[in-house]
């Protein structure tokens, strides 16, 4: 499985954007995925999963509310809508795939990860 994501830039504090996943093959619609985010200088970070159907949603808290995460399995692509930005949302966002189909919120747990989007906040 091959991952691409997409979507990252600059902002504002308070606007949004929406980060796209896109993913090679055909056993993309059996995987949970997964956002996850690493700041300059800090330990990547969870931020959400969504099981192989779409059913079942995990958010983290620093993100609760602001972030949701979707996937559409006919265009083999995961989502990740971006709210209410903060400064502190300013990391490289990483999607990443788990052959088994439920969440999980570990990157230990992933079995494939993308290149990684740059997303930047300015106060």
């Known amino acids: 499985v091959q991952l691409q994501a997409s979507g990252g830039g600059l902002v504002q504090a308070g606007g949004s954007l929406r980060l796209s996943c896109a993913a090679s093959g055909r056993t993309f619609s059996s995987y949970a995925m997964g956002w996850f985010r690493q700041a300059p200088g800090k330990e990547r970070e969870f931020v959400a999963t969504i099981s192989w159907r779409g059913g079942t949603t995990y958010h983290a808290d620093s993100v609760k509310g602001r972030f949701t995460i979707s996937r559409d399995n006919v265009k083999n692509t995961v989502f990740l809508q971006m709210n209410s930005l903060k400064p502190e949302d300013t990391a490289v966002y990483y999607c990443?795939?788990?052959?088994?189909?439920?969440?999980?919120?570990?990157?230990?747990?992933?079995?494939?990860w993308g290149q990684g989007t740059l997303v930047t906040v300015s106060s």
């Open positions: 990443a795939a788990r052959t088994t189909g439920t969440i999980a919120t570990k990157h230990p747990w992933y079995d494939y």
